[in-house]
Nanobody, 122 residues
Framework: QVQLVESGGGLAQAGGSLRLSCAPS????????MAWFRQAPGKEREFVAG????????NYADSVKGRFTISRDDAKNTVFLQLNSLKPEDTGVYYC???????????????WGQGTQVTVSS
């Protein structure tokens, strides 16, 4: 069974930072991109950032550009999301996803993690 495991969520103050990690476990599977989505209470899940595992391509939602950075460590088979200058509106459950193309639609991603909670206090 394919699993994506997220870690690194928690509580931060506005202006603070957190670093999320995502790594696959279980059987290997083919994927070309990894992405992070988030879901705030009462809202739909939204695209945050995506990274190609084959090229240098990275994409960000406008709401996080300049504050969040997605990166990867190929040796550790891990993708990271560095969250800086956090705002209360960044609060939500952050999900890691794997797919073949960086798209903002959830349907483009076949594999998902269970999510990790990020809470930003004002």
């Amino acid at each position: 069974q394919v699993q994506l495991v997220e870690s690194g969520g928690g509580l931060a103050q506005a202006g603070g930072s957190l670093r999320l990690s995502c790594a696959p476990s279980g059987r290997t599977f083919s994927r070309n991109v990894m992405a992070w989505f988030r879901q705030a209470p009462g809202k739909e899940r939204e695209f945050v950032a995506g990274i190609s595992l084959r090229t240098i391509q990275r994409n960000y939602a406008d709401s996080v550009k300049g504050r969040f950075t997605i990166s990867r460590d190929d040796a550790k088979n891990t993708v990271f999301l560095q969250l800086n200058s956090l705002k209360p509106e960044d609060t939500g459950v952050y999900y890691c996803a794997a797919g073949n193309t960086i798209l903002v639609s959830q349907t483009a991603y076949a594999h998902w993690g269970q999510g990790t909670q990020v809470t930003v206090s004002s």
